[in-house]
């Protein structure tokens, strides 16, 4: 049976449905990549303002009274930020740093371990590790020094006085497998 010729018309309506179906793909993967660079977005500035805000409440803690022992890393396990991420307990935060930073954000999930490292009586460290990805492997660590202006102290002070504390840039780094 021989073919019949493409009329103008046909031929219109087969382009016009292979052209939707390019532009639908097109559409899909962009949308694709969209939301997922629009969640890694969301996530990284989740971790960012995590570690400010426990940054500045250990600031403001060693004015008042003196920067408190390391912390613990919270959540303790990582596997838990996996996926939909963890809600923390107010019993999460019960170590001394957290306490004295009056930090114990339990309103939303977390995809972070948040913890503080003192490294001396005037400094030390608060870090965020994260699984943006959402895979179940941590993926990603922020840090950010607390630093503290000290006066010197007469002989026999029980600590030193801080003249002001703050937070330092945060820093951020891919952790590679």
Do not use: Y
Not at 8 to 31: E, P, T, Y
Not at 34 to 59: H, I, M, T, W, Y
Not at 121 to 148: F, S, W, Y
């Amino acid at each position: 049976m021989p073919a019949k010729p493409l009329s103008g018309k046909r031929l219109v309506v087969m382009g016009g449905a292979v052209l939707a179906v390019v532009a639908i793909g097109i559409f899909v993967a962009f949308a694709f990549i969209g939301r997922k660079q629009l969640v890694r977005a969301s996530l990284l500035s989740e971790g960012r303002r995590r570690l400010g805000d426990f940054g500045e409440g250990l600031a403001r803690c060693a004015v008042s009274a003196e920067l408190p022992p390391s912390s613990p890393l919270v959540p303790a396990d990582p596997k838990t930020l996996a996926g939909p991420g963890r809600v923390t307990t107010a019993s999460d935060w019960q170590a001394e740093a957290f306490r004295c930073a009056h930090f114990a954000p339990t309103d939303a999930t977390s995809h972070f371990q948040i913890g503080w490292t003192r490294e001396s009586d005037a400094n030390g460290t608060v870090r965020a590790i994260g699984d943006i990805d959402q895979d179940g492997k941590l993926d990603t660590v922020m840090t950010a020094p607390v630093l503290c202006k000290v006066q010197s102290s007469p002989a026999g002070a029980p600590r030193p006085t801080m003249l002001e504390c703050g937070i330092g840039p945060i820093h951020e780094e891919a952790i590679s497998e």
